[in-house]
C-alpha cells in the first residue's frame, strides 16, 4: 500500500511516547545489560536504544500496543543510535547493529498486528550541535564537525535502510545544520546504493523522508534560532514527504505554528506533540481526551496530515487521537507561487 496513496485519503496516526513507556516497566541496570552486556564496563541503564538487543520483546510489545491503538506509522527505537550518542556508553559500535534490531521489532509488531502499517526509522538530533558551542568563553568552538556527523548518520541510515524501514524521520530538530547533516547523508547514501539491487530507490514508490522540528519556546524559534519559515525553507530541498513539529510544546502551545506550516508547506504536514507541559516533577498530565481534542480541533481546521504524540503521551493518547481525526478529511496540500 502506497503511503502517499493512503494521505490523499485520510489523516495518518503515528505512534507516542517510547521513553515514557519504557518507563512503566520500571526496568533494573541488569535488565538493560541483559546476558550479554552484564560485564559491561560503564552503567547502560538509560540506554532505551539498546532494549532493542537485550529486551527485543519489550520494544516489540510497546509497538504493538500503539499498533492496536490505532498508529499507522510507528517509529524504531533508535532515537539516539548513532555513533556519536552511544559515545555516552562507550558503545559505537553497536550503532549499526541497534538500528537493525530496532526496526526488526517494528516489523515484528506490525506482522503479530496483522495490520498495515509503515515502519519510520527514528533518527534523532544528535546530543552535539553544529550550530553552537557548547563553551561559553569559546563561541566558536564546536564539539562535532559537519564530517562526523554525516558519518554518524550515514551509518545509521544504512542500519535502518537495509533492516527495511520505509521512511526516514529526521526527528526533533533543533538545530537545523544537524538536520542537514542527515538530510546530505540520506542523499549520499542512496546515491552510493543506485546500483544495489537490494536497496530501494529514495522518494515516492521507495524511501520516504520525513522532517519534524522542535520550537523550543514562545519565542517561535528552533534552539538554534531559526523561525519557522527559516527552518522549512532550509530543510525543503529534500523533498520530503512531510514537515511538521514535535517535542517541547503541549498541543496547545503548538497550536499556531502548525497552522503557520500548513500554510507554508508545499508537503504533508505532521505535528505530534507533548501530552502538555510538563509539570514541576517533569511529568505530564495531560489527559488523553484532552490531547484528542486539541488534534481534531486542528484536523477540522485543516492543518494536519499526519497526528500523534511525542513526550508523555500513551497508547490512550494515541487512541483518542485516532477516534478523532478518523472521519475528517486530510489537509490539501496548498498550490504555492513558484520562486523565481
Not at 537545523?176 to 536497496?199: C, E, H, Q, S, V
Amino acid at each position: 500500500m502506497s503511503i502517499r496513496d493512503e494521505l490523499k485519503k485520510r489523516i495518518l496516526i503515528i505512534d507516542g511516547a517510547m521513553g515514557t513507556m519504557i518507563q512503566r516497566y520500571k526496568l533494573t541496570e541488569a535488565d538493560y545489560r541483559g546476558e550479554r552486556f552484564k560485564d559491561w564496563p560503564s552503567d547502560v541503564k538509560g540506554n532505551n536504544d539498546l532494549l532493542s538487543i537485550t529486551q527485543p520483546q519489550i520494544i516489540t510489545e510497546i509497538h504493538k500496543q500503539y499498533l492496536d491503538a490505532g498508529a499507522d506509522i510507528i517509529e524504531t527505537n533508535t532515537f539516539s543510535a548513532t555513533t556519536i550518542a552511544m559515545a555516552d556508553y562507550d558503545m559505537q559500535s553497536l550503532a549499526h547493529e541497534l538500528n537493525v534490531a530496532s526496526v526488526k521489532c517494528a516489523k515484528e509488531a506490525i506482522k503479530q498486528s496483522g495490520k498495515t502499517a509503515w515502519v519510520a526509522g527514528a533518527i534523532g538530533p544528535l546530543n552535539k550541535t553544529l550550530s553552537l558551542s557548547p563553551d561559553v568563553n569559546n563561541p566558536g568552538f564546536r564539539a562535532v564537525t559537519f564530517d562526523e556527523v554525516v558519518a554518524a548518520y550515514y551509518e545509521q541510515i544504512d542500519g535502518l535502510v537495509s533492516a527495511g524501514a520505509d521512511i526516514l524521520l529526521i526527528e526533533t530538530i533543533f538545530d537545523t545544520l544537524n538536520a542537514k547533516g542527515a538530510i546530505f547523508a540520506i542523499k549520499k547514501y542512496f546515491r552510493d546504493n543506485a546500483n544495489n539491487p537490494a536497496i530501494p530507490k529514495l522518494g515516492e514508490g521507495g524511501v520516504e523522508i520525513m522532517i519534524s522540528g522542535t520550537i523550543t519556546d514562545a519565542s517561535g524559534r528552533t534552539l538554534s534560532g531559526q523561525t519557522l519559515e527559516a527552518f522549512y525553507t532550509s530543510v525543503a530541498h529534500a523533498n520530503p514527504l512531510s514537515v511538521g513539529l514535535n517535542c517541547a510544546l503541549g498541543a496547545k502551545e503548538m497550536r499556531q505554528y502548525i497552522a503557520e506550516l500548513s500554510q507554508i508547506a508545499g508537503c504533508y504536514v505532521s505535528a505530534y506533540p507533548n501530552a502538555g507541559l510538563p509539570n514541576a516533577m517533569g511529568e505530564y498530565d495531560e489527559d488523553p481526551s484532552d490531547t484528542g481534542h486539541y488534534l481534531e480541533d486542528w484536523a477540522k481546521e485543516g492543518f494536519v496530515n499526519i497526528v500523534g504524540g511525542c513526550c508523555g503521551t500513551t497508547p490512550d493518547h494515541i487512541k483518542h487521537i485516532a477516534d478523532n481525526v478518523n472521519t475528517i478529511t486530510p489537509r490539501q496540500i496548498p498550490v504555492l507561487d513558484a520562486v523565481l
